[in-house]
């Protein structure tokens, strides 16, 4: 009894084909008013830059005071593939060079390392694009000559 007053009056299952048409119509009027949609080039994805750890042996010192470089000994996991391989070091404003001795630490230039010194290196590693990394220097322990192997 009941259907038979739902199909008389017409509300069957109408009302959501109802709705879906009129859902249908608003969004080709909202297509129809936007216009057209250009698209815009992505921006190339902004590469973390890595923290590094590395031991290293001081190979040489740039004389003008802004990068050395040094043969890695052994690293994290970020410089695995530099092992064993020589690797610049950029040396900024904010970088720390530190002089472990006996009697404790010292701060010292970057004038100060001297070929063939062992060094504790902590820093960060910046990709630019497809340029070759940067190893950017943040904290540089020098704890002296390395020992002569015999």
Same mark, same amino acid.
């Given at each position: 009894?009941?259907?038979?007053? /739902?199909?008389?009056?017409?509300?069957?299952? #109408?009302?959501?084909?109802?709705?879906?048409?009129?859902?249908?119509?608003? *969004?080709?009027?909202?297509?129809?008013?936007?216009?057209?949609?250009? *698209?815009? +080039?992505?921006? +190339?994805?902004?590469?973390?830059? #890595?923290? /590094?750890?590395?031991? *290293?042996?001081?190979?040489?010192? =740039?004389?003008?005071?802004?990068? /050395?470089?040094?043969?890695?000994?052994?690293?994290?996991?970020?410089?695995?593939?530099?092992?064993?391989?020589?690797?610049? /070091?950029?040396?900024? *404003?904010?970088?720390?060079?530190?002089?472990?001795?006996?009697?404790?630490?010292?701060?010292?230039?970057?004038? =100060?390392?001297?070929?063939?010194?062992?060094?504790?290196?902590?820093?960060?590693?910046? #990709?630019?694009?497809?340029? +070759?990394?940067?190893?950017?220097? #943040?904290?540089?322990?020098?704890?002296?000559?390395?020992?002569?192997?015999?």
């Amino acid at each position: 009894m009941m259907r038979a007053r /739902f199909k008389a009056a017409g509300k069957g299952r #109408r009302p959501a084909a109802r709705i879906a048409l009129l859902a249908a119509a608003v *969004a080709l009027l909202a297509l129809t008013l936007a216009g057209p949609v250009v *698209a815009k +080039p992505a921006a +190339p994805p902004k590469a973390k830059a #890595r923290p /590094f750890m590395v031991q *290293a042996i001081v190979t040489s010192v =740039d004389t003008t005071g802004t990068a /050395f470089t040094a043969k890695v000994v052994k690293g994290n996991h970020a410089m695995k593939v530099s092992k064993g391989q020589d690797v610049t /070091f950029a040396v900024g *404003a904010s970088t720390v060079i530190v002089k472990i001795n006996k009697e404790g630490a010292t701060l010292i230039g970057l004038g =100060d390392l001297v070929v063939g010194d062992r060094v504790l290196i902590n820093g960060r590693i910046e #990709r630019i694009g497809s340029a +070759p990394p940067v190893f950017k220097a #943040r904290l540089i322990r020098d704890r002296g000559p390395a020992p002569i192997k015999t």
